[in-house]
């Protein structure tokens, strides 16, 4: 009986009990809140519900994940060497019809724009004492677009993955609520009320041409980013081309979803207790709201420089558009644009902008690395 | 690399804004470059506006009077078709003579899943 | 003429002729056997037939698969180091509904009493001559869990891999064989008449939170299956959220495929001649039996106490299901309860100590890591 | 770790038998409280008794009198509301008023493929 | 100001142009008519697009994919290793249908002849001054096998990898402008209108035991070969159990598409300026030509002496399809069989030879490994 | 290995001629003798013969004269039967009375995807 005793000791102290700390009960509960807003509040399940599990996960203690050899290690192993990103992007890129960028280049300049969130929020970060590669990191929140934000902040801040990771893909699904009223604050009824004239249509050859004129250019310039434009571009290749369909299909479907399992996942993992619960991820999530707001505000700005130098044919609710979070932005913009002329259809167009900005936050992803590396 | 070319925040922001403007803007002219290049531009112009808006047509416009009735016999018709629901942006009123013309504006948004 | 017969006989002298041994030509045989069980026979061939031609491929020599770089060695890697086995229970998380479970929480304790088998064949392992790790390896065959199996076996006891997951899996698909003569001798024919009260319906919410609370309270306390239970419950989330079916559709179909492949073939590769061929292979063998026979005793007995203790309302045959191998061991109970009263059907009530057992064998696999290893 | 805390057989089944129904039993307390805390519960023990049963009905319980062709006619049926044959575990004679409750019984085992 | 202008030129010094060569700009043109033939042609996009557009990613300067880790060093990996070959025959075997080839094993002889075109090549190349492994991996061009041809290529000559894949694709598309003006110069009218006659019904039991002896044949004599021709016949055996439907499906559909993407990008990766704007490029192009060509002819011969042992029964146009490029050589052997005589269905006949051709150039390739590594 | 067994290209390529003819000359004599011992041999000769060729019948062989609406017909009425027109390798007329042979002969290939 004794040795019986002991035996079950033996085993409660090499239990995770034993070292289980207050911070990883918080986390736990982090996960848990982070499961009910993507299950319960429909917030980007795709991407949060495996995060928050992975957060979960992170915070058992003595499960080894980091030191020994599995499947988790292998996982962390594609989190911290940029493995996932690229391949997450080949299906989004499969994904992503660029017709309407392409019959309208000039809402290129309003996904231009909308990264003004990116810096406003890296220099708020500076200002607040962040390191600036952690500013740069923490500023790509305002790119709305969660694959260059955790490409960009493993390779530049990779203690502050988790927390850029969790408010990347927060905000972007509060789009809908955080948009509106700063575009009605910048606009005025007359201006939300313009009606766009219907685009041109695009040839396949300049649909063709577009991924491979736009790789060339981006690669040359940032190669940093090559790895990423070219996943993305390489993917729309693989839709327009109309002969890739079976590589298409993969990309946009089995591959994509594997991917981002383990991206996820992977991502929750690094959300350990005592890298994740500090004050920092605070600042982080305030900063990523400014980011939100400030992209949001320069997009609509950009939109009514447009307005008025065009004479009134561009709506400027297409500019918030441009921070990305593709499609919910260019929705938000049709829907604030109806309901100010309920003959108004804004979505085709505010697709430019959208699209727009997701190469615009690669582009300025690329000029950190180059610039803070 | 290895160190960071500068640790200012205004002039990290303002080198940035520059090259995000200046690319994204040579990438407009490159648009330009190749619709100017493309060989088959003009044909395009002229069958794709034929061809196009009647295909996209049944499935985005229909004529709806605001009656919750109608909108479910045209669901089904529609499903009918072999379009699913998901497909459909809106269904809407028709009015004049402009139909094809806004049929091809409201075209269905199948442009990447809801996903990232 | 003569510099052709010499650079011919050096083909011939680098071919595998040379090396072939009786004991590659035992196991290839053993590989047809299989092939024949899988195919012909239908024994899970999902598994048998990579496995059967994974030995195949392990007994050509100088193949270099263990040396050499290349595809062979990648699998053997993913093997060695249990990477397999946890997306495995992603999948298999994704396509098990616990819903029985939940409504019949009892029937958890069905599921702990048929983990009996597996101590059964530890106890005679032993007085056998196997070391205490090597026990442990073979009396998890009795926990009738496939990618528990293998991926303890790995952990405890690498050498014998092979004849392990053998065992494992064709005993699993012997369950329709093996069960119904133990249930008929233990259960007397008024116990086997029992019709029981319809399960309560069980909410979303039960369902959402189940996953997440027994993954805290296993992995807690014995973080050294994390990795399976946690996968387990991410895929069965996955499942349950209503708002993840990319994710779960992609682990129940491509990803659990093409580990499948992965894993099997490479469980195959580990059966070389030389420590397949062995008297242990043989103990393996008839150990398994016992464990899988003990098990469903175990099972059965611990129902009939339950349906003393409820007075009759519990049929002793689903306690036969708590030896996992979802869902045949399910089906043999409502087979075999049928065969007694036909308006019987204990199909999902089978469910719950079905799904249990898969709980049951991965604690105690945790159990045996924690004071084994 | 590294040394095993004990090698006594014995010992190591009873500690891991111990130690297995200690953890289900637990389980089985969670879903015991899980149950309690469901915001839920009340509206569901209503609703989906009342909602479920009918839903899978048609596909699980359908009234048969042993000839091939009624069979056949409602396997016609059947596919017709979009539901595979694979699907269906049986279809049977449906006896007395208790035809629901039943229907719920017998309800397709959609439980897990057939893989592991 | 003044720092502005030095930020920024710091950016311009570490962007591509910098770096960018007249080769890297040749080797850009070089891919963008790659993917005019595969997009705007059709020649094989499926292998030729990712392989075009990697071949544009290569010659980027300062990506850093070869040195820095990430997704294209991983792909890297792949290719250097010989991963991405034995999986892609994995998903061609679970395509493949041996049938024609059981139901007429006399074909495998054609299958046989048609690997000449491997050694007219191989002999020319070493006549043209390439070592013997260089010219091992050239010749295999003229078994029309890609992934026999990369898999042999990474083995033997690495730094041939890029110009050996895109001329073997090349050709293979090219198989029905290549092969009717030599199927005519080398049959008589008569010839060419032989009706064959039909083929015997094959059993599930002959289906099923040929990739299991083949794989032990072949295995045996040529252990170097195991891994690609092991997969193949897995694939076949998952095909054929009618047991596996589930791996079968995936192993020719999502798995063999990730592959695909894979390899075909990495393949196009190797393509740097300095290692294919060579004249030993050019060389490997015309040298393939010369092997397809020499591998019709024989096929055709050997057709021709088929046609003569069995008193014209064979029809010598199937000789032709020996040479692989499943299945585009048996279709070209149709239609020529076609247009000689209307009622003459050669396909089916065709595709023995077709699928033995896979089988002769794995062989070939197993022979070369033996001899020359 | 490390060291090639000869550079003498005539030699490799007499040799490697030699083993291809060789190896599949034996997998020739394998298959020979895997149709010897096959259990199923017997029967299947007979059954197959008169089984197979109905099933690919309705598919494959169809009598048409030349009539694109008769061809339309056809192609409906196959498509009826689960088959999409890509698995149809050709519709064409049927002469005299040996149908069944020819079915056969055409049958559809669907042997490998177009792919590698
Ligand atoms: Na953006
Ligand atoms: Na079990
Ligand atoms: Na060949």
Redesign the pocket.
Known sequence: MDAFVVALQAVWSDSGFTAFTMGNAIMMLVGIILLYMAIGKGFEPLLLTPIAFGCILANFPKTGFETDPGVMQVILYGIHHEIFPPLIFLGVGAMTDFGPLIANPKTLLLGAA??AGVFVALIGAMLLGFTVQEAGAIGIIG???GPTAIYLAVKLAPNLLGAIAVAAYSYMSLVPLIQPPIMHLFTTKKEREVVMEQLRPVSKFEKLVFPVAVTIVVSLLLPPVTALMGMLMLGNLFRESGVTDRLSDTSQNALINIVTIFLATGTGLTMKAESFLTYQTILIICLGLVAFAAGTVAGVLFGKIMYIATGGKVNPLIGSAG??AVPMAARVSQVVGQKANPSNFLLMHAMGPNVA??I??AVAAGTMLAMLK | MGQPITTNPWLIALINMSVVFGVLGALGLVIGAIRMIDPTQKKTAKVESKVEAPATAPVAAVAVQSNDDVIAVIAAAIASYGYSFSQIACIRRVSGGEGWAQAARVEAVTVRNQMF
């Open positions: 909308a990264q790119g709305a677009d921070v990305s900005g997701v615009g936050t």
